[in-house]
């Protein structure tokens, strides 16, 4: 029988010996992590132990705007309190930036004790919330193993992927895969969709970043997200996990605020809107004073090439998103339509270009403004697509 003088003291943490550690493992795996793997005398946590869901509000760099979530172990008896955490890259890793776009970066999972978690948080300034689990003993240590194997350094690396797979949907799995056979129902729950939710992460001065997220995000990320889909956002994860319940009884028995928020707030850009809306108000007088003050064609082939190639480089990329990543939401995106390839053709020949490009890219920019409107993206796109529809009006215009 293990007791408590079986664990072993090791870097962050505690651990069993090997092999008793191993064939624990085995067990709960074999059987699918089911109440009933393991007898009460052969829990490597003693009976008082708690498992939580920890939240953490957002910090002040994009990276961290949309919180993060982890999963805390505490067994004062045993003298153990640890975090892990499904949030963890490598810089070092050969080309990470390339694998990054292209959706082929692997995270992994870390482990440090609470006490070592909470002292980065402090630090920033940022909210840290936690939800202790109505679990048994039983179910504490099935996640408690369950996180340990996952910890193991052929174990734990996973593809990540920013909807479907990330730091709070591996919390999740992992809490769901305790419970065994008990299914969770989630509460009621106000449907958005991706884009929704990414729209409420940066409603906070994050308006330039807003606007990037709507130019990479295609229709894909328009959908109604079930209950289990929306845990890829933590704070939403911590508002279901509130709801749920399973046999008619709360997940959660209990709600602690660790931190609380005290992080300098966000210094407000210029709004894009307020910048494209100036651009179109400077290109529209401009096209308008054309005729009238005979001004040289020189200033206006230079202004269309400019805007004509970064649209559409901007369509390139776009494209390379859509079909060259791994990327779910990046695919039909239909911002292709403004910031179409087809203005790079028109940039090259201007003046001669065919009228059919011309006449095609007009419609291409009226269904634009109905998308931007009817998917709710910023607003500030709509006189960026104004300003190039603009353009290409006058070189019609030109031609007649």
């Known amino acids: 029988m293990l007791g408590a003088g079986s664990f ?5 943490g505690y651990r069993l010996p090997t092999i008793g550690y191993q064939l624990l493992v085995f067990l709960v795996f074999t059987f699918h992590l089911s109440p009933f793997t393991l007898n009460a005398q052969s829990l490597p946590l003693s009976e008082t132990a708690t498992a ?56 992994h999972i870390g482990r440090t004790t609470f006490d070592g978690f909470l002292m980065e948080y402090e630090m920033e300034g940022r909210a840290v919330w936690e939800q202790q689990l109505d679990f048994t003993p039983q179910e504490v240590s099935n996640l408690y193993l369950a996180l340990e194997w996952n ?30 056979k008990k299914k969770v129902e989630s509460g009621e729950w106000r449907v958005r969709s991706y884009r929704d939710y ?23 990320a328009d959908h109604p997200c079930t209950a289990e889909e929306a845990m890829f956002y ?7 996990l509130e ?15 660790i931190l609380k928020e005290t992080r300098e707030p966000l210094s407000r850009s210029f709004p894009p809107l307020v910048v494209f809306s100036l651009l179109f108000a400077l290109i529209a007088l401009l096209t308008v004073s054309e005729k009238r003050f005979h001004l040289s064609p020189i200033i206006f082939h230079l202004i269309d090439r400019v805007l004509f190639i970064l649209a559409g480089l901007i369509g390139l990329f776009l494209i390379f998103m859509w079909f060259g990543t791994n990327h779910y939401c990046t ?12 203005l790079l053709l028109i940039a090259i020949r201007l003046g001669c270009s065919p009228r059919w490009a011309l006449w095609l890219q007009e419609v291409c920019f009226s269904v634009a403004v109905v998308w931007v409107i009817w998917c709710g993206l910023s607003v500030a796109l709509i006189p960026l697509i104004l300003t190039l529809a603009l353009r290409v009006g006058s070189l019609m215009m030109s031609d007649e």
């Not at 072993?8 to 962050?12: I, S």
Request: with cysteine; proline share 4%; aromatic share 14%.
């Open 234 to 240: 933590p704070e939403v994860m911590m508002t279901l």
């Open 52 to 107: 939580s869901v920890l939240t953490c509000g957002p910090g002040n760099d994009f990276y961290t705007t949309f919180g993060h979530s982890a999963i805390r172990i505490c067994d004062t008896a045993e003298g153990l309190d640890m975090v892990y955490n499904y949030g963890m890259f490598d810089f070092n890793t050969p080309n990470f930036y390339w694998k990054f776009m292209r959706g082929q970066l692997d995270y």
């Open 331 to 342: 695919e039909w995106n239909l911002n292709i339509l403004w910031a179409s390839p087809l």
């Open 151 to 180: 910890y193991e350094p052929e174990n734990r690396h996973y593809r990540y992927d920013f909807f479907r797979k990330n730091c709070a949907t591996m919390v999740w799995d992992r809490v769901a895969e305790a419970c065994g």
């Open 8 to 12: 072993q003291r090791v870097a962050g």
């Open 243 to 257: 709801k749920s319940t399973r046999d008619g009884k709360p997940l959660v028995v209990a709600k602690n605020v």
């Open 198 to 220: 990414l729209h409420m992460a940066m409603r906070e001065k994050l308006e330039w970043w807003a606007l990037g997220v709507d130019l990479l995000l295609g229709l894909s």
